[in-house]
């Protein structure tokens, strides 16, 4: 039992290298994604807004603007791994929302019905967003970068 323990210790810690490298992975895909969601939102203010008015979203104009800017810049902030946290959290409630809002009957049927849930269109970037923010990074991004360079003086603080 104890040689299995050992096995199993070694492993894991070899499994963790590709913690980053997935992330990083997460990062690239999930933020294009949002890139080009957003870009096509910016493109098409106008339907977005018509939209979410129809959805009966408070202040739709205003909501379609932040809405496609947050995926837009969000998605290269994503990419580049700058603020990942703080962006993760931004696109995890944006996610609920347009599930609270476009999709409720996929929202509530998460235990009931988990395919509805997981097969609506919010659920991969809110997956995606949620493990940002739980996970950060990575290794390879900016905000590990700027950790690294600024250690000393944060330490200072």
């Not at 070694?10 to 080009?36: C, D, E, I, N, P």
């Not at 290269?76 to 599930?99: D, P």
């Amino acid at each position: 039992m104890k040689k299995l323990l050992e096995v199993y210790a070694k492993f894991a810690a070899l499994a963790s290298y590709l913690q980053s490298s997935f992330l990083l992975v997460v990062r690239l895909y999930w933020g294009w994604q949002l890139v080009q969601s957003g870009w096509g939102k910016l493109h098409h203010l106008d339907k977005i807004t018509d939209y979410f008015t129809s959805l009966n979203i408070p202040l739709p104009a205003i909501s379609a603007h932040f809405v496609s800017g947050l995926e837009f810049v969000g998605g290269l902030l994503l990419i580049v791994g700058l603020g990942s946290r703080l962006i993760g959290l931004m696109l995890t409630v944006n996610m609920l929302v347009a599930y609270w809002t476009a999709d409720r009957e996929a929202l509530f049927a998460v235990f009931s019905d988990p395919g509805k849930f997981y097969n609506a269109d919010p659920y991969t970037f809110l997956f995606a967003a949620a493990m940002v923010l739980v996970f950060g990074a990575g290794l390879f991004s900016l905000d590990a970068l700027l950790k690294r360079r600024y250690r000393g003086w944060i330490e200072k603080q």
